[in-house]
């Protein structure tokens, strides 16, 4: 996993200095160095909960809202079709 640039996303630490650092994209394939992982190998991020913390384009999730209220309000039923014809002119 160290050696293999697909797990880059995956912390490796090496010992500089007394402490150890993240090692850089050279020190990881550097074979001369003694590298080493964490316990938890994904790092701290598996403790963030990204549906939370990083915004997002909510995109087409808005066409259920869309299709609920729809159907909520009797404007549409359940087995109604919608024509696209492809263009708007804005």
């Known amino acids: ?4 640039l697909t797990y880059v996303d ?10 150890y650092k993240l ?10 160095l003694q590298k080493y992982l964490p316990t938890n190998t994904y790092g ?3 403790f963030v909960d990204k549906n ?8 087409s999730v808005f066409k259920a809202f869309t299709m609920a209220i729809g159907l909520d309000t009797d404007e549409i039923r359940l ?10 002119k804005i």
């Open 1 to 4: 996993m160290v050696d293999d």
């Open 10 to 19: 995956v912390p490796v630490y090496i010992l500089s200095g007394g402490k």
């Open 23 to 32: 090692a850089t994209l050279a020190e990881r394939q550097d074979i001369t």
């Open 44 to 46: 701290a991020q598996v």
């Open 52 to 59: 939370i913390s990083i915004p997002f384009e909510p995109g």
């Open 79 to 88: 087995y109604d079709y919608y024509q696209d014809d492809g263009q708007v």
